[in-house]
């Protein structure tokens, strides 16, 4: 009897992980097997156990590349979900860093900084609403969009880049033209004796956290009702539209979550190096999303993260000139080559490979010797 109730206890255990595994899978995202989260699991470990190998320095340093998925992310959504090609995803990052370090250095206490956390998050996805608003319910469609982000990109790059002097001084926080903005202080959450300052170590452990909430939930919401509403309005607005959806309305909404997203991306960054310039602004930093998401893939989050995380390791530490040479020729190549992306290759090749195996291999029927 005993046995029968553990028995019944494990499937219900198994019918519940089941059920909670599959909220974060659907034909949106790659990877919906035990495979591939078993293999998931191995890479968190491998990530949590990094800093323990290698020291703080090299956690700090690293911590950036997990900051920068997010601004990778938050394109993955926008132009691989919703079809919005954007090169003002740095607008959001630079306009949420500029604002965290205003609110952050005028109300320097671990309450102060907690409230500069939320307010410069939303700040860029308000930032993203309003500009987002004015695009799509002004009627403007295709690559028009992908201009208006790379002229108000631009545009911000040339403002911020004068506000040198003391009239560009917010309280006790001086915006500093193209000296950019020094004394950010560390990231805080919390209020008296209950806050948390960061340091590189506890740093580098939240930002990996806050990226695999965010990489579960974005899965979760792609491969929901509401995702497939996305995809859809990427595939064909004019359909969506004559099936009764609000296609204005969606990509609007898409589009401020990419904003919210790379504005949490731009506090991050504002933290750990305690500093903002306008160089978040420059073309070279606002076509770095974009190569990214293609390389790894635009239809898939996981593409965008493992890409993001990738090349900037590699051109950190390549450094130089040379490494922009080279990883622009990696988007040609993934252009020409690979215009899905590496992620969904490596998916497809590896589900045909087992695919062809499985196949190939003889069954018990046929292997079956009949006595005559």
Do not use: C
């Not at 959001?92 to 604002?99: I, L, R």
């Not at 939930?217 to 064909?236: H, I």
Request: glycine share 14%.
């Amino acid at each position: 009897m005993a046995t029968g109730h553990s028995g019944g206890a494990d499937a219900n255990a198994e019918g519940l992980l089941d059920r909670l595994v599959g909220r974060f899978e659907g034909p949106n995202t790659v990877g919906n097997s035990r495979r591939f989260w078993a293999g998931f699991a191995v890479a968190v470990l491998a990530l949590a156990a990094y800093p323990l190998a290698v020291g703080s320095y090299q956690a700090s340093r690293f911590s950036l590349f997990l900051v920068y998925a997010f601004l990778g992310l938050s394109l993955s959504v926008v132009w691989g979900y919703a079809g919005i090609l954007s090169f003002g995803q740095v607008v959001f990052f630079g306009f949420a860093g500029y604002t965290f370090g205003v609110v952050s250095v005028n109300f320097a206490t671990p309450a102060g900084i907690t409230a500069a956390f939320v307010v410069a998050v939303i700040g860029g996805a308000l930032v993203a609403a309003t500009l987002g608003y004015f695009m799509f319910y002004g009627g403007v469609r295709n690559v028009y969009v992908t201009i208006i982000t790379l002229v108000s990109t631009l545009v911000l790059h040339t403002f911020m880049a004068q506000t040198a002097g003391d009239a560009w001084t917010i309280g006790e926080a001086a915006l500093g033209g193209f000296n950019g903005m020094p004394t950010i202080p560390n990231l805080a959450l919390g209020v008296g004796g209950a806050a948390i300052t960061f340091d590189s170590m506890t740093f580098y452990y939240f930002v990996l956290a806050l990226l695999l909430a965010t990489y579960l939930g974005l899965r979760a919401l792609v491969n929901s009702d509401y995702g497939r509403v996305m995809v859809a309005v990427r595939e064909d607005e004019d359909r969506t539209r004559m099936f009764g959806y609000d296609v204005k309305r969606v990509k609007l909404a898409v589009f401020t979550l990419g904003g919210a997203l790379a504005g949490l991306s731009g506090v991050l960054y504002a933290a750990w190096g305690n500093y903002m310039s306008p160089g978040v602004f420059e073309l070279t930093f606002a076509s770095l999303p974009v190569i990214w998401v293609s390389v790894g893939g635009r239809k898939t989050l996981l593409g965008a993260v493992v890409a993001t995380v990738g090349i900037e390791f590699f051109r950190n530490s390549l450094g130089g000139e040379l490494a922009f040479v080279i990883v622009g020729a990696l988007l040609l190549l993934s252009i020409l080559a690979l215009p899905g992306g590496i992620v969904p290759y490596i998916h497809e090749s590896y589900t045909q490979r087992r695919g062809s195996t499985a196949t190939s291999e003889p069954t018990e029927a046929s292997t079956e010797v009949v006595d005559p």
